[in-house]
């Protein structure tokens, strides 16, 4: 099963998902596999057992968004040098969204930009952040802000990792399929409320069309001009949820799903969304433990933190809401005061619809 990602110009960027078991994997020159000490433990055997390449070499990073810096980024360079990597060689990121940001992010700058393939371990990762090409660190003004658009050269997804995923990691992985289907697939959404994710023909039904969603949008708008920007929707709140608690607190799908909660809350004070379907968006993330509730201390101080969001231009904030389950609507620089008004709502700890 293949989804493919096909880009305009420059040429020769085009490149397959392949939804399945881990194939054979042949690379010319020399390749190194980045991963994380409980991915390599569990794993990395069947991986080494799959690559054949000319040199093949092993860099463990520690993993948490935590660690998603330049140190990290400094001190993996520092191992690509070690092993005299030049630029036909070629890094895989073997684990979840951090691994992949992070080895993206040192092949577009290691000799100004190798090849890198991904093979997600995490349900987020194969659904979401391995498709697509960005890659990014963190420092302490947010998530993300350092970075750049470097596609794969390949993706493989498998879903013989997910049986060592922990609950919570494949939680926050079905909020990133339950965000697409919002956005873009009424039909989606609704399969989404009658099939249980933890069967497995389910699961891979699921991720499959996730790809295949996330593909269309960045087939039309790579580097995230038009239509790629409403994939940020409940990421918005997210990012500020995350650097205001510390990474760790919340997963990155965990962030999101109350993210998504917050957008929906927005999008019914402007009236664009109806309360039932508010209702049920926040079911289905109830239904797979996904938290929904958040407290926050100061309305005025969360709303300034958007604004160190890469999204926001021109002190203006972007919010992508839904206007009904499977269509979006654009938020552009909504007023100050309504927007703070839908956020003092979280200061006393709102539940949200259900």
């Known amino acids: 099963m293949k989804v493919s990602i096909t880009l305009p110009q420059p040429a020769n960027r085009d490149y397959d998902i392949t939804i399945g078991p881990l194939p054979k994997i042949a690379i010319e020159g020399k390749a190194l596999i980045i991963t994380n000490p409980k991915i390599a433990g569990l794993h990395l055997q069947n991986v080494l057992e799959k690559v054949e390449a000319n040199e093949l070499y092993v860099v463990t990073i520690p993993d948490g968004e935590n660690y998603k810096t330049m140190d990290t980024i400094e001190s993996m360079l520092d191992r690509m040098f070690d092993h005299r990597l030049d630029r036909k060689s070629t890094l895989i990121a073997f684990g979840g969204g951090v691994i992949g940001d992070m080895t993206g992010f040192a092949a577009s700058i290691f000799q100004r930009g190798i090849d890198f393939i991904q093979i997600p371990t995490t349900l987020l990762s194969q659904v979401d ?24 050269r390949a993706v493989y997804i498998d879903t013989f990792w997910l049986s060592t995923l922990p609950d919570r990691e494949f939680a926050a992985g079905v909020a990133e399929i339950i965000k697409m289907a919002v956005m873009f697939d009424a039909e989606f959404f609704e399969w989404l409320e009658s099939h249980d994710l933890h069967d497995e023909a389910n699961l891979k039904e699921a991720i499959k069309r996730s790809v295949e969603l996330k593909a269309m949008v960045v087939n039309q708008d790579e580097t995230e001009k038009g239509i790629r920007a409403v994939l940020n929707y409940g990421h918005t709140f997210a990012h500020v949820i995350e650097n205001i608690s510390g990474y760790g607190r919340y997963l990155h799908g965990e962030a999101v ?14 009236g664009l969304f109806r309360e039932a379907d508010a209702v049920r968006v926040e079911k289905l993330l109830k239904q797979y433990g996904l938290p929904t509730e958040y407290r926050i201390d100061s309305a005025e101080n969360f709303y300034e933190q958007f604004f160190l969001d890469k999204k926001s231009h021109d002190n203006k904030i972007t919010f992508i809401v839904p206007e009904a389950i499977g269509t979006y609507k654009m938020l552009v620089d909504p007023e100050r005061e309504r927007v703070i008004h839908v956020l003092k709502q979280f200061e006393k700890g709102r539940t949200g619809a259900c």
């Open 129 to 152: 952040a391995s498709v697509g090409g960005k890659t990014g660190i963190n420092n302490r003004f947010g998530k993300n802000l350092i970075g750049a658009f470097h596609q794969p």
């Open 257 to 270: 799903a109350i993210g998504m909660v917050m957008a929906n809350a927005l999008a019914l004070a402007f």
